[in-house]
């Protein structure tokens, strides 16, 4: 058992939308991802997301509605709500995720960002 330095962590990769392993707690994998841009709209239909936003705003978009997510803030997508996380004004977010490792990344949309397995840090 050793401690995780987030911020070193960060350091490790630099691709935006592809998210790394650091750990795995239960059946939970907790993920570290930059992000840019916008991405896709998808959902879960079996498995809620947390977000846990480490450095910027995040922004996840909902058919009916936007949530900002702020620095220190977390959300968390409940299974099956189509949502489509953004960032704004050119920033790169830094962002942790809890979620079940039978989690798909883009859930049953595929695209050119999806990632089909995660890297480990």
């Not at 911020?7 to 630099?14: G, H, P, R």
């Not at 916008?38 to 922004?59: A, C, P, R």
């Amino acid at each position: 058992m050793e401690s995780i330095n987030i911020n070193k962590k960060f350091e490790k990769f630099s691709k935006n939308w592809n998210p790394h392993q650091i750990a795995v707690v239960d059946n939970m994998q907790v993920l570290l991802a930059k992000l840019k841009g916008e991405f896709i709209w998808h959902s879960h239909e079996e498995e809620d997301e947390l977000f846990q936003v480490i450095k910027g705003t995040l922004y996840i978009q909902f058919r009916d509605k936007t949530v900002e997510v702020k620095e220190g803030e977390i959300i968390v997508v409940p299974r099956g709500i189509e949502h489509c996380p953004m960032t704004k004004n050119e920033e790169e977010v830094h962002v942790m995720l809890f979620e079940k490792l039978s989690v798909k990344h883009t859930g049953n949309v595929q695209s050119e960002l999806t990632v089909n397995s995660y890297s480990k840090i």
